[in-house]
């Protein structure tokens, strides 16, 4: 026993010692658990600001959703509670309009298609909706397509969706799009997918690979289906409390540090997508992948049509669909 807590005192020491190296240690939230693509990026941004900053600015990622699922640090970080958080775009979409843009069904050809949407202007442009709101947008991250799984049956065609209880983000283009297929949309905090689908709330839900894996969703939904609806990029923000701290050097070494975790990000992403799939794959779950996409997509035409209202919104579909 005292040989655990000396070296118990003696970590805690070290820690505090590094700690107290750092003049600016930004605390950085992310739902995912440690080991996660999207959590070994921001470590990796923070690793970069160590380096460029000679050990004064630092960044302390909080994996595992340790201070709270994405709407609640979502405010937490408006508020300066939180420095950074990494967020899929849908939770933003009721608070940052542009973010509906790249949370609509089918609005990207593939992953790369996106890749070139929000690597360019387009991108930039909707990060600049961030910051009225009292966000910086630093940079976005995969959050790979989205597919629809189960414990109830395959879902080959929307007849199959029809009442089933599908959790999706609680975002009003999520809701609206699984009506629009005729399933029972249920908004509902990430980290109670499990429980619920096992207990019967939900039927199931909707994520990519790596997620559906790292979850133990596919533990108890045991059908998987491959219709990519969403594309939607997850995006890192400051807190505009904080980055207006900072001063315009460091302000520039942060967002520069952000930008250069993204592809670090990717790489780390495709390949935890190959393994997560051949975890998923291994474990016997059943994964439909004929499918006939053109009546979910035709489907979502009053989507469109009901979130794509100001000319804003209008005129970044039109730009990205333009995008090769």
């Known amino acids: 026993m005292l040989k655990t807590l000396t070296t118990a005192l003696v970590a805690s020491v070290a820690m505090i010692a590094t700690a107290s190296a750092c003049e600016i240690t930004l605390k950085s939230s992310d739902t995912h658990p440690d080991g996660y693509p999207t959590v070994e990026a921001v470590k990796y941004m923070g690793d970069l600001l160590k380096e460029r900053t000679d050990g004064r600015i630092c960044v302390e990622v909080f994996h595992s959703a340790q201070l709270g699922e994405e709407k609640d640090t979502i405010e937490q970080t408006k508020f300066g509670v939180i420095d950074l958080n990494r967020v899929s775009t849908g939770p933003f979409n009721n608070i940052v309009e542009e973010t509906k843009v790249v949370s609509l069904p089918y609005i990207f050809k593939s992953v790369d298609h996106m ?3 929000v690597d360019g202007p387009i991108g930039d442009d909707i990060l600049k909706g961030f ?9 976005y991250y995969d959050g790979g397509a989205r597919s629809f799984y189960n414990k109830v049956k395959p879902i080959k065609s929307m007849d199959d969706l029809k009442g089933m209880k ?7 283009i999520f809701v609206d799009m699984m009506t629009a297929l005729g399933a029972n949309a249920t908004p509902l905090p990430y980290g109670e997918v499990y429980s619920s689908i096992q207990t019967g709330v ?3 839900a909707e994520n990519n690979w790596p997620s559906f894996e790292s979850s133990g969703h596919y ?19 400051m807190s505009k409390v904080s980055w207006d701290k900072l001063s315009p050097e460091d302000q520039a070494l942060v967002k520069q540090a952000a930008k250069d975790s993204t592809p670090k990000m990717r790489e780390l992403w495709a390949a935890r997508e190959k393994v997560s799939e051949e975890k998923v794959r291994a474990a016997g779950v059943n994964i439909i992948t004929d499918i006939d996409k053109a009546p979910f997509m035709a489907a979502m035409d009053a989507v469109y049509e009901k979130h794509v209202t100001s000319d804003k919104l ?3 579909v039109k730009r990205i669909r333009a995008t090769d």
Do not use: W
């Open 202 to 204: 939900i039927d199931g």
């Open 314 to 316: 209008k005129d970044l």
């Open 115 to 117: 890749h070139r949407v």
């Open 219 to 237: 533990e108890v939904a045991g059908n998987y289906t491959l219709d990519q609806h969403l594309i939607v990029p997850e995006v890192l923000v």
């Open 131 to 139: 910051e009225p709101e009292g966000f910086i947008g630093l940079t």
């Open 166 to 172: 599908i959790r999706v983000m609680q975002s009003d």
